[in-house]
DNA sequence: CTTTAAATTTAGGGTAACCCTAAAATTCAC
DNA sequence: GTGAATTTTAGGGTTACCCTAAATTTAAAG
């Protein structure tokens, strides 16, 4: 089922708002937040929060808020990790690590899974970004056993 | 005037197509063959062209096919020079010039300027891609002076 | 030069993803 | 419980895509 999942570039910024806010901070994720920092009106975000959870993205409960599911957080995730491996590399090249981070957001929706775990070989697997954020690893991504 | 000018990753498409055949390769662009390339209908084509025609990147002779402007090449050549650039820095990480390729066409309208020029730099300065094109210079990228 | 086939454009529709305001519904805090 | 704040619905609007069918124009063949 499920077919491929595609999310859009707008979509993709509510889902890394919603996942640090829910996962990596522990707040609550309300309508007029989203609203705030996206600087959309709150309708907006209701009616973007109702596509992604027509796509099982997250769960609504009217009034109350939304929380990311599995499908949702593993999505945020893969996100996220190509967020950091990007920013990893930008601040290689830039060096200048908000310089980097700007860049990464522009183009984590963008990157194909296959580069990301190309340039995290070649970064030889690291499990922090330049702010000191964790790094998901991808079980496609292998890691060069330890020796013994 | 002009304000911005922003091109959709659509558009980005069809000029970079339409700068390829045009400049590189001077051979007429005709609506039929962007159509088949591109696998849309002629009619889409169509209309795709007269927007950027509106945006002043190409003129339409109708039925005659099109030419891209001044500001066309200019633009196309910002896009040819992110897409290739890009490739250089992928063919680096997945050692494969195909790939390299594909994931650069991902990316190549994304990828803002500064952090072009910064991979550029970090390059020295290349003067052809992988696919041995030629990499269009950015005079914002300023090349270190030969000694003398 | 005319006819007909091929290429192209127009006309008319359709979807999806954005955005908004105003009004209704619900919750929260006093 | 009631009023203020939050959130959602209802109703609109735009832009960028895509399509088919019909009209137009060009080009090729006789």
């Not at 595609?6 to 993709?12: M, P």
């Not at 996206?38 to 929060?49: G, H, K, Q, S, Y």
């Not at 601040?91 to 984590?108: G, P, V, Y």
Request: proline letters at 3%; glycine letters at 4%; aromatic letters at 4%.
């Amino acid at each position: 089922m499920d077919a491929e999942l595609s999310v859009t570039e707008n979509e993709a910024k509510y889902l890394k708002l919603i996942y640090r806010k829910q996962c990596e901070e522990s707040i609550k994720v309300k309508t007029t937040a989203v609203a705030k920092f996206l600087r959309v009106r709150p309708a907006t975000v209701t009616e973007v929060i109702q596509n992604l959870s027509e796509k099982n993205l997250l769960r609504h409960r009217r009034y109350h808020g939304v929380e990311l599911t599995k499908k949702g957080i593993a999505e945020a995730r893969k996100l996220l990790r190509t967020h950091r491996i990007l920013e990893i590399l930008f601040t290689d090249i830039l060096d200048n690590a908000q310089r980097a981070c700007n860049e990464a957001s522009k183009l984590d929706c963008h990157a194909s899974r296959d580069l990301i775990n190309a340039i995290c070989r070649a970064y030889g697997h690291p499990e922090i970004c330049p702010c000191e954020k964790t790094i998901f690893s991808d079980p496609k991504c292998k890691k060069k056993q330890m020796g013994g």
